[in-house]
């Protein structure tokens, strides 16, 4: 990334207030999931005299029907948020970026082949996929985010593929091939480089929709495993007592929310600032 | 001047297929002959200046040497090798001692490089990995193609249009080229930087024995930097000559009407000479049989619109392909 970029995105977040919120929203939750082990209480801890407990200045979130912390819980279970969706995110980006380039670069028969692999992939509804490869893969953090990274990079392929048609005829990639450059090189390091605006916007979309993914995974008890929790399955937990404890549903359903508008606004402001000629909303 | 050419294109053919899309309703796959049959030679460090309205070949033709794309058919000898059959691994050393600079200064460099990144492009794909003496090579053409070494940090952005094309050439002459394709190089610039431009290409031209094939559709610069040049229209060359003879007995009539499109710079000289060209470019996708200038040449006759004309010399040096000139000869 050039300094002209750098200075187009920092000049967005001048004007757009709403994007240093979600930068603040998500500093605050990237570092409680790091510092998650400064908790109080140990999150899997069952202490079955303080559950259902409202939030107190003893714990800050309550307990749960175990009468485990409910702020650690949701430290912890922020840690698994993030990270599945980052990961989840970064093997969706990968494949996506390598199927977009090879695809847009070459053309003809290996794009036609491509495309309607990404089109059949895209038919199926995805989390109906989810939900059966979930039941053949061994339950864990990794599984999750296998699945959801190889059932999510269909549409940033289509992104990529997509300007790499259009980058490909520029005359500086031209350049590079008349002047022997391997087609990996050129890829490598004049079309990538050359759409990542584009890859960062899509990479932000997409770890919210990762999130997403994991909590509804989680929430209908697919995802993560007791006694470990993530936002989603804090959700699923809370489900029985909503009208006891709402709180049980509150805050973890509220980080999501929060995650999720932070990365779709840090996106928006991306998008923003790499393409001046978009509409400044 | 050398008498062995560095260059020989023969028979030099490139259709792309026009599929679907833009054919009209019948979708029916047509085949575009953008250069169709085009032979000419270089000799070592002269300058064979190619010209024509848009979307005659010209600019095809010089990506076909330079092989950007597959040729169809025909030769390109270089240095007395067969450019036009090899693959990508056998064309890699000719890749070096070939260059080209490109039209457009804004899209011809990558905007996330700096003007030393852009320089040594080449000196990389070449194998030349030594940090600190590519640097010196691109200080040294900086100078050379009159920047300063303080540009070397900078982005292309900051630099104008003139300036990027002077990067683009310093990029060119990097790996130390023998033939050097500029493909409307100046076409972008304003005119006082296009003399600039093309004096330095000169200039470059005589330090380093260069080979230009410069194309373009600005007649009058082609023929202050061109030894010899050729007219080109739809796909094929209709004429080629000394430049000198060229501008002052064009012989085809598709030569005449370009020259007398050149604006003269003085109001009260009105150019009446010839007739303007009727009608548009035919599509190259359409099959003309006989002369394809037929449709727009004032004098054309029956004869042209059934047989092609030869090519053939009527002066030293002289080609034309006109059944005008068979008859006088």
């Keep these: ?281 | 001047m050398d008498a062995q050419p560095l260059l020989k294109v023969q028979g030099l053919k490139k259709y792309f297929s026009a599929s679907g899309g833009g054919t009209g309703a019948h979708g029916k796959k047509g085949l575009l002959k953008a250069v169709d049959g085009v032979s000419f030679h270089i000799f070592k460090g002269e300058t064979f200046g190619l010209v024509g309205e848009s979307g005659c070949g010209k600019s095809t033709t010089g990506r076909s040497i330079v092989r950007l794309y597959d040729v169809t058919e025909g030769s390109i000898r270089f240095d007395g090798q067969d450019l036009a059959k090899m693959n990508e691994r056998e064309l890699k050393p000719y890749r070096k001692r070939m260059q080209t600079i490109f039209q457009d200064p804004y899209s011809s460099l990558n905007p996330g490089m700096n003007v030393t990144q852009l320089i040594s492009e080449p000196l990389g794909i070449h194998g030349f990995k030594n940090k600190k003496e590519n640097r010196e090579t691109v200080l040294e053409l900086l100078n050379k193609v009159g920047l300063k070494a303080e540009h070397a940090d900078r982005y292309p952005h900051e630099f104008s249009g003139g300036q990027r094309q002077r990067i683009s050439i310093a990029r060119a002459l990097s790996v130390k080229p023998e033939f050097i394709l500029c493909d409307e190089p100046i076409s972008a610039l304003d005119v006082s930087v296009q003399a600039q431009v093309v004096n330095m290409l000169e200039d470059l031209q005589a330090e380093y024995g260069l080979t230009y094939l410069f194309i373009a559709h600005d007649l009058s610069m082609v023929r202050h930097i061109s030894d010899r040049i050729g007219v080109m229209y739809l796909g094929k060359l209709v004429e080629m000559a000394p430049s000198d003879e060229l501008y002052e007995h064009p012989a085809h009539p598709y030569t005449q009407a370009l020259l007398a499109a050149i604006p003269v710079p003085n109001p009260k000289v009105r150019n009446v000479s010839v007739p303007a060209l009727q009608a548009d470019l035919p599509s190259p996708l359409s099959n003309l049989s006989g002369c394809k200038f037929a449709s727009r040449c004032p004098f054309a006759t029956e004869r042209c619109r059934q047989e092609e004309p030869e090519w053939t010399e009527i002066g030293p040096g002289h080609f034309v392909a006109c059944h005008l000139h068979d008859e006088k000869n």
């Design chain 1, 1 to 281: 990334m050039n300094s002209l970029r750098w200075r187009a995105m920092v000049g967005q977040f001048k004007h757009q207030k709403t994007g240093v919120a979600a930068l603040i929203v998500l500093a605050v939750f990237i570092l409680a999931a790091i510092f998650a082990f400064l908790a109080p209480y140990d999150p899997n801890r069952i202490v079955v005299m303080d559950r259902l407990q409202g939030p107190s200045s003893a714990h800050w979130f309550g307990t749960d029907d175990y009468g485990r912390d409910y702020f650690a819980r949701a430290l912890y279970g922020g840690r698994v948020s993030l990270s599945v969706g980052f990961l989840s995110m970064m093997i969706s980006v990968a494949l996506g970026t390598a199927v977009g380039t090879v695809s847009g670069y070459f053309g003809g028969k290996i794009d036609n082949i491509l495309m309607r692999l990404v089109d059949v992939l895209m038919s199926i509804p995805s989390f109906f996929l989810m939900l059966i490869l979930n039941a053949y893969l061994r339950p864990g953090i990794g599984t999750i985010v296998f699945i959801i990274g190889i059932l999510s990079w269909m549409s940033i392929s289509r992104i990529v593929r997509a300007e790499t048609l259009s980058v490909k005829q520029r005359e500086y990639v031209l350049y590079a091939k008349v002047s022997g450059q391997s087609t990996f090189g050129i890829i490598m390091k004049h079309i990538i480089p050359s759409i990542m605006p584009t890859i960062i916007v899509s990479a932000s979309m997409n770890i919210a929709s990762s999130i997403l993914m994991e909590s509804s995974l989680s929430f209908l008890g697919l995802g993560i495993k007791q006694p470990n929790s993530s936002w989603g399955s804090m959700l699923n937990d809370a489900q029985g007592f909503i009208s006891d404890a709402p709180y049980m549903a509150i805050f973890p359903g509220l980080f999501i929310l929060l995650t999720v508008l932070s990365f779709n606004f840090l996106g928006d402001i991306f998008r923003v600032a790499f393409e001046p000629k978009a509409s400044k909303r």
